[in-house]
């Protein structure tokens, strides 16, 4: 069983369209996260829930709305796409927010979008 | 703001030899650090914890060492193999982690 996984792997839209990537963790982990893997590989956080409310939010375009229908689940929505869109998204989950922890973050296998 | 760097950016080693990845960082006020793997195409892969309490954590041939003080982590791996060809990450934890921009390792058989 893959403990956090991410559908679809692949995903290929035209600009402007609204697409949504899925996440899902079994592993009882209670936060959640999104980070974006740009062309030269730079890592950054995007947004991060914690039993299903949101704890953070990074400097990104409101065009990206993070869903967490349950603290397994946190889904990302992003409207009006654009080319600069094209990166790898990765989702990951922890067991709790990780301040003053030791937990490890598990990482799903990304979703390599790419806007033409 | 935290900042982190990782040098070398690139490496390639024969296989066999022992090597030392090294990670900086400029808020030393963190939680852990922890060092991942990431395979081509594929997520990343935990490999090391350093609470920040503690000086080094070991897991088979990987060994992170932590000075929260000076701001720098080091991963020792010895006896490099083929299959440690990989992307590795370094990224000290304070909510939330801020990843380096890896080394892009390579063992030549």
């Known amino acids: 069983d893959t403990a956090v996984s991410q559908t679809p792997k692949y995903l290929v839209t035209q600009m402007g369209n609204d697409k949504s990537i899925k996440c899902e963790q079994n592993?009882?982990?209670?936060?959640m996260y999104w980070y974006k893997q740009d062309s030269k590989k730079f890592l950054k956080i995007m947004f991060s829930?914690?039993?299903?409310?949101?704890?953070i939010n990074e400097t990104v375009p409101n065009r990206f709305s993070p869903k967490s229908p349950d603290k397994a689940h946190l889904n990302l929505h992003i409207n009006s796409l654009e080319l600069g869109d094209s990166a790898v998204y990765f989702c990951?989950?922890?067991?709790?927010?990780?301040?003053?922890?030791?937990?490890?973050?598990?990482f799903g296998s990304g979703t390599q979008l790419s806007v033409l | 703001k935290q900042e982190v760097t990782q040098i070398p950016a690139a490496l390639s080693v024969p296989e066999g030899e022992n090597l030392v990845l090294n990670c900086s960082f400029t808020?030393?006020?963190?939680?852990?650090l922890q060092w991942f793997r990431q395979d081509p195409g594929k997520g990343l892969t935990s490999l090391l914890l350093?609470?920040?309490?503690?000086r080094e954590q070991t897991s088979g041939r990987l060994n992170a060492s932590l000075d929260k003080s000076s701001g720098r982590s080091t991963l020792y791996i010895a006896a490099s193999q083929p299959g440690d060809s990989a992307t590795y990450l370094c990224?000290?934890?304070?909510?939330?982690?801020?990843f380096g921009k890896g080394t892009r390792l390579s063992v030549t058989a």
């Open positions: 990951a989950s922890s067991q709790s927010t990780g301040q003053g922890s030791n937990e490890k973050l598990f």
């Open positions: 592993l009882g982990h209670d936060t």
């Open positions: 829930y914690n039993n299903k409310e949101l704890i």
């Open positions: 808020d030393s006020a963190i939680y852990n």
């Open positions: 350093i609470q920040s309490s503690q």
């Open positions: 990224a000290p934890h304070r909510t939330p982690l801020v």
